[in-house]
């Protein structure tokens, strides 16, 4: 860096503003939407940057305590992956179901029930690897696949027990849910 600052003074004030820049960025799209900017596809080429600005933070490439502070300070949960945030949420769908007993809903006019209920929603809308599934089924929740598998076997056990499908109209015990 001796060779760097004599060539070319300055160099450190332009990746330093950069640097900011992006931290600016970044502290303000949290301070908006309530999370950390995305990449995917959906996200604007500026949230992709910031995503991928964060990534590297994350790796600790270049990165002084100085930063570190300020990150922390400007942008609570930087650090987390996109892994640890959805067993995070998890963990708060299942306290909020051994509480209450039901499974957070999508359509409350609680704003924290609903913001969970609708992340369960989506959490558990398509396939998911099997310490998710595993984590969920150990919280006392199901996936849809998992909720699915469970009704085709009830549905099939009624066949075979009575010959026929049940009916939304039928008698026998637990034959109009299925």
């Known amino acids: 860096s001796d060779a760097l600052d004599a060539r070319l003074p300055g160099w450190r004030n332009r990746l330093?503003?950069?640097w900011d820049s992006m931290l600016d960025y970044v502290a303000s799209f949290f301070a908006d939407h309530g999370r950390l900017p995305?990449?995917?596809?959906t996200a604007g080429p500026q949230e992709r940057q910031a995503a991928a600005w964060i990534q590297r933070q994350r790796k600790g490439t270049g990165l002084t305590p100085e930063?570190?502070?300020?990150?922390?300070?400007?942008?609570?949960?930087?650090?987390?992956?996109?892994?640890?945030?959805?067993f995070r949420r998890l963990d708060e769908c299942v306290a909020f179901y051994k509480a209450h007993a039901r499974r957070p809903r999508a359509s409350s006019t609680d704003g924290a029930e609903r913001k969970l209920g609708i992340w369960l929603s989506n959490a558990t809308?398509?396939?998911?690897?099997?310490?998710?599934?595993?984590?969920?089924?150990?919280?006392?929740?199901r996936s849809f696949d998992q909720i699915w598998a469970d009704t085709l076997d009830q549905v099939a056990a009624f066949r075979g027990e009575h010959g026929r499908f049940p009916t939304a109209s039928g008698a026998e015990q637990g034959e109009r849910p299925l």
């Open 67 to 86: 930063r570190e502070a300020r990150l922390d300070s400007g942008v609570p949960g930087w650090r987390e992956t996109a892994e640890s945030v959805w």
């Open 38 to 41: 995305s990449s995917a596809a």
């Open 16 to 18: 330093g503003t950069k």
């Open 125 to 141: 809308a398509g396939r998911l690897s099997a310490d998710r599934a595993a984590a969920l089924a150990a919280g006392g929740l």
